[in-house]
């Protein structure tokens, strides 16, 4: 029976990419710790599973070249090569390769070897070939095929082997597939030729016999001593030839693999095989290659599933039948309902509230994963634009363990990223700068997570040159963001910088200059019912904090109600509800009104008009309610008409069914069946509060108005 197994393809991506994320941080981690053997060791088997698997769905590319790569790391745990800078490099350059081939994995077809392939593997071949090139003191690695060989050139060995077995081999238990592997692990297979002159017909064929025999050539700078002992267990089982020449001048037009072992294995060829060259492409800047697949990588395939632990399933199994329970329960009291069954069929409903409540909470926490999967991918990043800009930066991570929802951790990846590169391009000054300034010529870049107040908090924080707020406002002035003269505080000016367009550099760069980044970030952020605030000191560095809900699907909410509709508020925005009092609202050159809170003055927004919904009378509206919610530093005062209670509700999403309303986050249904929309109070602050405050900003001074809000 033909097993398919294609149905595992999308399983075998996912941990493949998996693996791929674990061989580069553990790249990143041996930079600073060479020695490690065993963060080796973890390598190389990442590595070696990925070829495992690829093998079994025909991925013939990918298993060429991971072959290549578990040769060098091999010579890397054996200490045949030193861990330095230069094997680091290729090593990294190799993950995008093998990114890009998962990625046409991904397809159903084997992918082809990107542009970059046949230049990394020369490179591998000559780090290989030669041990000394990865010194430190040799510099970086020459990308050139040519420059390298010469190098390395002058102690290699070019070994011509004659492999003829016996046709009794096999009944020893030898095999010599196994033993031109052996002997691939001393240098480099330059071709292998399998001669099956001697192949009989099928009819004849014996299997237990083996008819075929190869010519081996071998680039290596052992000696021929030890070739031959890789066949001294078969000298009595075949007959070995080993020949030395002088080495031929590599050109440039040449690539040497070392897969050739793969062709080898088609012993039913009926004809020599021979390896031949594949033309040199020069691979590009390492900071472009990375550009490029920064955008798609096999993170595709992660999206479509979530790996849960048997304890959190197991929950969830426990749940559900206690569930059941206090449903048949409850459906026994009903048929035979009498006023003594009341009580007991009021706990029946209780139960069932309370572990529908813990069931809501066991299926989030399934969608919970640590925001360490998406934070260590920028370990790479800062490493690449720190290679690019000649920059020295360190990128710190803390808090991995933090959890917030799959989806909303998928869509952060992008804003991160912009974030980490501002910082890395922007803030991070140069070692000569940071020396001038008495700094350590190495800059820091600080990525944290944590909870606070039931919300996921990210920062990115950098100890570099801060904002200048003078010149971003000159900026902002000449991109004509803002008037000339406008009176704006620190806060506001530095917060121009997520405007649209916006950029402090006068060159465009393929890193920073087109003013796309830091609009993005605000974008997305926001679109994630979250708020970004930013704290800049010039000369000192400056943190961005991103204030994010645990999940968007499920939240605990405080219904209210305006004119003959019912809101939804999201509880961990609320702060307060406050009924106004005589002469605690003020009105503001009639661009609106504040309400004055224990010295504060608070921007209100009537709730009414924000729906459109007629004003009632004033007697009416003296009886209103406001709901302070706040989002980051912002706090807002909703005008409602009554508050209504608290409630969990499901989250709907609008933009899918209908479409995207501004100040709305979505909808959900209530308990008697009506829509009720979810208030966004992240866009209401940012798309109200910012302009009552310029309105107050602009004539407190002018209007007779109470002394808090002068203050304010």
Known sequence: MKIDLSQFRQTFLQESAEHVSAIEAGLLNLRSDPADSELLN????????????????????????????????DRLRSMEIPVTENVIAVLL???????????????????????????????????????????????????EKRETSVAAQEQLKLYTVELRPSREIFLSGANPIMLIRNLAGLGTLRSC??????????????????YLSWTIELLSARQAEDLREIFEFVEHLATVTIASCAVPSVSADLVIRSDALAIASKAAASKPITLEAVPTVVSPP???????????????????SIRVSTDKVDRLIDLVGELVIAQVMTAQMVDGFTPECLPRLRDAIGAMERNTRELHERVMAVRMMPVGSVFQRYARTVYDIAQSTGKKIRLEISGEETEIDKSMLEQLADPLTHLIRNAADHGI????????????????????????????????ADNGAGIDPARVYAKAVERGLIADGAQLAEEQINMLIFEPGFSTRDEVSDLSGRGVGMDVVRRNVQQLSGTVSLASQKGVGSTITIELPLTLAILDGLLVRVADRTLVLPLLSVVESVS?????????????????????????????RFLEIATPDKAQRDGSLVIVVEAGRKKV????DELLGQQQVVVKSLERNLRRIEGLMGATILGDGCVAPIVDVAVIATMDLFSLQTAVAGHTRTMLLPVQLQAS
């Open 42 to 73: 973890a390598i190389f088997r990442s590595a070696h599973s990925i070829k495992g698997g690829a093998g079994s769905f025909g991925l013939t590319n990918l298993v060429r070249f991971t072959h290549a790569l578990e040769n060098l790391l």
């Open 93 to 143: 350059e190799s993950v995008d390769v093998l990114r890009a081939l998962l990625d046409g994995g991904a397809a159903g077809e084997d992918s082809p070897l990107p542009a970059a392939a046949p230049d990394l593997l020369q490179r591998m071949e000559a780090l290989m070939a030669n041990p000394q090139i990865a010194a430190p003191d040799n510099g970086p690695l020459i990308e």
């Open 193 to 210: 030729q399998v001669h099956a002159e001697e192949l009989p017909s099928l009819s004849e064929l014996d299997p237990s016999q083996c």
């Open 286 to 304: 390492a900071n472009k290659r990375r550009r490029a697949g920064d955008k798609k990588t096999v993170s595709g395939a992660e999206s479509s």
């Open 429 to 460: 000054e140069g070692p000569e700068q940071r020396r001038m300034a008495g700094k350590a010529e190495e800059g820091v870049i600080d990525l944290r997570a944590f909870h606070r107040s039931g919300r996921v908090v990210i920062e990115v």
């Open 580 to 608: 106004p009092q005589a002469g605690q609202v003020n009105r503001v050159a009639e661009q609106g009104e504040v309400i004055v809170i224990r010295e504060e003055s608070i921007p209100l927004l009537h709730m009414r």
């Open 637 to 640: 005062g909703l005008v409602v």
